[in-house]
């Protein structure tokens, strides 16, 4: 890998007139980012020339790789004819068709623009809904950032804020955090509260703590739990959405929650996101209910015609695409974790679908505990070589890696090669 001289002269450049030099804080690392020129396929081409084998993808925004040239003649063409309007559009009719036909709970849709605002919207809807105040969240899920769902997030979140400034006693003393895949927790917390709890809100698999799957039943567990005491179940399929299956965890794991919150893969790239659910429950949304929810840049033709694209495209194709998505990161985590066998390394290898993490802890990684209990310097490390092999994964322990239809099997090759060494270099 040549030097990062540009990133870091942007860098500081940077960091003189944006707080920290990034608009988001997952993308910091240490010394400095790398400032992308440009992305084609499996590839990011950084300003100093260097290319890298991209597993971050956005943070899980992008299925089939960098500028897939079917959602890039969609859009263009959508971007003559007009990029806001404010009115109706039958794109967003279309789209909303598209949601209800592949997603179970989904028998009506409200888009958004982002995975943050649709878990507020979807938090909202089930207060409104249910009538009482209080939201159940797991500790290391994150549901983006805003004030409800800010209490020991993951993401970024677990390493920096904890708890961010700013939010209000009385707006997180209705957010009770419970411990990830633990039955009991959850029974005790319902039977103490169960009738001031709205909605339980979590993600089916967990991407914000590095990937974290849900035990057997657990998710049947949650369903029938909230079911017991009138309260909503939330998925935040916001990374699970169309990445497991068409259907996303829900059917995945065949257990059908109330509301979902979609993003991230929905949008190939734009900013959209969704709340669907059951019709009963969605019909309280403005300008039907009480419930409060609207958006300028909401239902955007631009977003929703590449929504579009890639819906039709893993609706027509999806056995094959997801069979395929699969194939690759069992085979790339099977090798990484053969890898980490023979040296004696503590690392685990953590994988479901297209998403998986390397965790340096010798336990396993069932819940945000034991992901904490990770060496976050030697993943550091990890990255940092991995970086200097031409890889890229996401810059923290916390977050998870993702396979693309753009991966190759070179990639593949390259890519456990660098794992490899950078490994060997620890
Ligand atoms: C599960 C989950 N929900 C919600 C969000 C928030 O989405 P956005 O960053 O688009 O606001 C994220 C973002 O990483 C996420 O992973």
């Given at each position: 890998m040549a030097k990062l001289l540009r990133s870091r002269d942007l860098f500081e450049r940077a960091s003189k007139i944006i707080p920290g030099g990034?608009?988001?804080?997952?993308?910091m690392f240490k010394p400095h980012p790398f400032f992308t020129e440009k992305a084609q396929g499996s590839q990011l081409h950084d300003v100093d020339g260097n290319r890298y084998i991209d597993y971050c993808m956005a943070y899980g925004a992008l299925i089939f790789g960098h500028s897939y040239r079917p959602i890039l003649d969609a859009v263009k063409k959508q971007l003559e004819d007009g990029t806001v309007y404010g009115t109706p559009i039958e794109a967003e009719v279309e789209l909303a068709e598209i949601i209800t036909d592949s997603?179970?709970?989904?028998?009506m849709v409200r888009l958004a623009n982002s995975g943050a605002e649709a878990t507020m919207h979807a938090i909202r809807l089930a207060r409104g809904y249910t009538g009482r105040p209080k939201l159940v969240k797991f500790d290391?899920?994150?549901?983006?950032?805003?004030?409800?769902?800010?209490?020991?997030?993951?993401?970024a979140a677990a390493i920096s804020v904890p708890t961010s400034l700013g939010i209000p006693q009385e707006t997180a003393k209705n957010t009770i955090v419970l411990p990830f895949n633990n039955v009991d927790a959850l029974h005790q917390t319902f039977e103490d509260q169960g009738d001031e709890i709205a909605a339980v809100i979590v993600e089916?698999?967990?991407?914000?703590?590095g990937v974290i799957p849900p035990s057997e039943g657990y998710l049947t567990e949650l369903r029938r739990t909230s079911n017991k005491h009138g309260s909503l179940l939330i998925f935040d399929?916001?990374?699970?959405g169309y990445r497991l299956a068409l259907g996303g965890a829900q059917e995945y794991y065949g257990v059908k929650p109330d509301i979902a919150s979609l993003g991230k893969v929905l949008g190939g790239g734009f900013p959209i996101s969704a709340v669907a659910g059951n019709k009963k429950i969605m019909e309280n949304f403005s300008p039907t209910g009480g419930v409060y929810e609207a958006g300028?840049?909401?239902?955007n033709p631009v977003s929703v015609t590449a929504a579009i694209k890639v819906l039709t495209e893993l609706r027509d194709h999806g056995s094959r695409i997801y069979g395929k998505l699969q194939e690759y990161t069992d085979e790339l985590a099977e090798n990484l974790s053969d890898f980490i066998a023979s040296r004696k390394i503590e690392a685990q290898v953590n994988h479901v679908a297209s998403m998986f993490t390397v965790f340096f802890t010798s336990e396993p990684v069932v819940n945000s505990e034991k992901a904490l209990s990770s060496d976050r310097s030697k993943y550091s490390k990890f990255h940092q070589g991995l970086m200097m092999h031409g890889v890229y994964f996401p810059?923290?322990?916390?977050e998870t890696c993702f396979v693309t239809t753009a991966h190759t099997e070179d990639d593949m090759h390259h890519t456990l090669d660098a794992a490899f060494s950078a490994m060997k270099e620890l």
């Amino acid at each position: 890998m040549a030097k990062l001289l540009r990133s870091r002269d942007l860098f500081e450049r940077a960091s003189k007139i944006i707080p920290g030099g990034v608009n988001s804080p997952v993308r910091m690392f240490k010394p400095h980012p790398f400032f992308t020129e440009k992305a084609q396929g499996s590839q990011l081409h950084d300003v100093d020339g260097n290319r890298y084998i991209d597993y971050c993808m956005a943070y899980g925004a992008l299925i089939f790789g960098h500028s897939y040239r079917p959602i890039l003649d969609a859009v263009k063409k959508q971007l003559e004819d007009g990029t806001v309007y404010g009115t109706p559009i039958e794109a967003e009719v279309e789209l909303a068709e598209i949601i209800t036909d592949s997603l179970p709970c989904a028998e009506m849709v409200r888009l958004a623009n982002s995975g943050a605002e649709a878990t507020m919207h979807a938090i909202r809807l089930a207060r409104g809904y249910t009538g009482r105040p209080k939201l159940v969240k797991f500790d290391g899920c994150y549901h983006g950032a805003h004030d409800s769902v800010l209490v020991k997030a993951g993401s970024a979140a677990a390493i920096s804020v904890p708890t961010s400034l700013g939010i209000p006693q009385e707006t997180a003393k209705n957010t009770i955090v419970l411990p990830f895949n633990n039955v009991d927790a959850l029974h005790q917390t319902f039977e103490d509260q169960g009738d001031e709890i709205a909605a339980v809100i979590v993600e089916p698999v967990i991407g914000n703590m590095g990937v974290i799957p849900p035990s057997e039943g657990y998710l049947t567990e949650l369903r029938r739990t909230s079911n017991k005491h009138g309260s909503l179940l939330i998925f935040d399929e916001v990374i699970t959405g169309y990445r497991l299956a068409l259907g996303g965890a829900q059917e995945y794991y065949g257990v059908k929650p109330d509301i979902a919150s979609l993003g991230k893969v929905l949008g190939g790239g734009f900013p959209i996101s969704a709340v669907a659910g059951n019709k009963k429950i969605m019909e309280n949304f403005s300008p039907t209910g009480g419930v409060y929810e609207a958006g300028t840049f909401s239902g955007n033709p631009v977003s929703v015609t590449a929504a579009i694209k890639v819906l039709t495209e893993l609706r027509d194709h999806g056995s094959r695409i997801y069979g395929k998505l699969q194939e690759y990161t069992d085979e790339l985590a099977e090798n990484l974790s053969d890898f980490i066998a023979s040296r004696k390394i503590e690392a685990q290898v953590n994988h479901v679908a297209s998403m998986f993490t390397v965790f340096f802890t010798s336990e396993p990684v069932v819940n945000s505990e034991k992901a904490l209990s990770s060496d976050r310097s030697k993943y550091s490390k990890f990255h940092q070589g991995l970086m200097m092999h031409g890889v890229y994964f996401p810059p923290s322990q916390f977050e998870t890696c993702f396979v693309t239809t753009a991966h190759t099997e070179d990639d593949m090759h390259h890519t456990l090669d660098a794992a490899f060494s950078a490994m060997k270099e620890l």
